[in-house]
T-cell receptor, first 114, second 112 residues
Framework: AAGVIQSPRHLIKEKRETATLKCYPI?????VYWYQQGPGQDPQFLIS???????DKGSIPDRFSAQQFSDYHSELNMSSLELGDSALYFC?????????????FGPGTRLLVL | GQQVMQIPQYQHVQEGEDFTTYCNSS?????IQWYKQRPGGHPVFLIQ?????EVKKQKRLTFQFGEAKKNSSLHITATQTTDVGTYFC????????????FGTGTRLTIIP
């Protein structure tokens, strides 16, 4: 069965650079969630989209922005990168919005900021 | 949302021993979900509990939701090396937010 696809899988950037992470949800899933997971930490919710509209917002820095496109894929744009942005970034998708719907996580993008 | 605390933070068991992780909240939970994350992997949904006192089983895994809906547990019988990973509980609140708030996680390691 098709899973959530994230690209790139690994990314190395320097401070103050920008990065764009991409997420392709499971076919027919209309909701996308972004999470940030630091080393040894639990995933922290950043932002979610349902039917191309932002549905909820968590601890996402103002330097980050995201959107969901007409084909339901989503991109997380990160600017003015800081060392503390180094983390695993997961995208998850679900059919329908709300926590009751099972979220399927992608393999993640490992971002390293030097 | 308020984070859910999990204990223990780490657990090392001999293969074949049982393992339990507990999830505790100071407020009543609408539901609780459990995820497993293998080392270097991504969270994988295991189960969702909704009803007070609910008990669900998946082979060697038993999930419980407390009567007061403030705590939950995951019990693994006769652990195997494939059980290695971090187990997270997660909550979301009806009509409050649409996001999952993960617990602090319990990292399980198995001694062969």
């Amino acid at each position: 069965a098709a899973g959530v696809i994230q690209s790139p899988r690994h990314l190395i950037k320097e401070k103050r650079e920008t990065a764009t992470l991409k997420c392709y949800p499971i076919p027919r899933h209309d909701t996308v969630y972004w999470y940030q997971q630091g080393p040894g930490q639990d995933p922290q919710f950043l932002i979610s989209f349902y039917e191309k509209m932002q549905s909820d917002k968590g601890s996402i820095p103002d330097r980050f922005s995201a959107q969901q496109f007409s084909d339901y894929h989503s991109e997380l744009n990160m600017s003015s990168l800081e060392l503390g942005d180094s983390a695993l970034y997961f995208c998850a998708s679900s059919l329908g919005t709300g926590g009751r719907e099972t979220q399927y996580f992608g393999p993640g993008t490992r971002l390293l900021v030097l | 949302g308020q984070q859910v605390m999990q204990i223990p933070q780490y657990q090392h068991v001999q293969e074949g021993e049982d393992f339990t992780t507990y999830c505790n909240s100071s407020t009543t939970l609408s539901n609780i979900q459990w995820y497993k994350q293998r080392p270097g992997g991504h969270p994988v949904f295991l189960i969702q509990l909704v009803k007070s006192g609910e008990v669900k089983k998946q082979k060697r895994l038993t999930f419980q939701f407390g009567e007061a809906k403030k705590n939950s547990s995951l019990h693994i019988t006769a652990t195997q090396t494939t059980d290695v990973g971090t187990y997270f509980c997660a909550r979301w609140e009806v009509d409050v937010d649409e996001k999952l708030t993960f617990g602090t996680g319990t990292r399980l390691t198995i001694i062969p």
